[in-house]
């Protein structure tokens, strides 16, 4: 049984940074790509990374500017997403997600790509 479970959201103020972690189980996880996307009330859910088996990014967004950087330890089976300099529009619950049919490449931040997914985790930016 897959799953992917996210932590390290919190209420932060804008200029600070946060670590999202992403652990899994049950994954083929060095051989998946593995992403990160957010979503806000009323709005699709909006990709951000995609991090391939062999380690490439695929930037989906440019609405993070450089800020965030995606990565992961397939020691240990986890994404992360380090988040610097936040935003009060960088409030949203973050979700990750596993592509586990796509060979381990990133492709397009389509939500249908994407077969397993996280709960989410809620980050909360003020001003």
């Known amino acids: 049984q897959v799953q992917l479970m996210e932590s390290g959201g919190g209420l932060v103020q804008a200029g600070e940074s946060l670590k999202l972690s992403c652990t899994t189980s049950?994954?083929?996880?060095?051989?998946?790509?593995m992403a990160w996307f957010r979503q806000t009330p009323g709005k699709e859910r909006e990709g951000l990374q995609c991090?391939?088996?062999?380690?490439?990014?695929?930037h989906y967004s440019h609405s993070d500017q450089g800020r965030f950087t995606i990565s992961k330890n397939n020691a240990n089976n986890t994404l992360y997403l380090q988040m610097n300099s936040l935003k009060p529009e960088d409030t949203a619950m973050y979700y990750c997600?596993?592509?586990?049919w796509g060979g381990g490449y990133c492709y397009s931040p389509n939500v249908p790509n994407f077969n397993f997914w996280g709960q989410g985790t809620q980050v909360t930016v003020s001003s």
């Open positions: 049950g994954l083929t996880f060095a051989q998946t790509a």
């Open positions: 991090i391939s088996w062999n380690d490439g990014v695929d």
């Open positions: 997600a596993a592509d586990e």
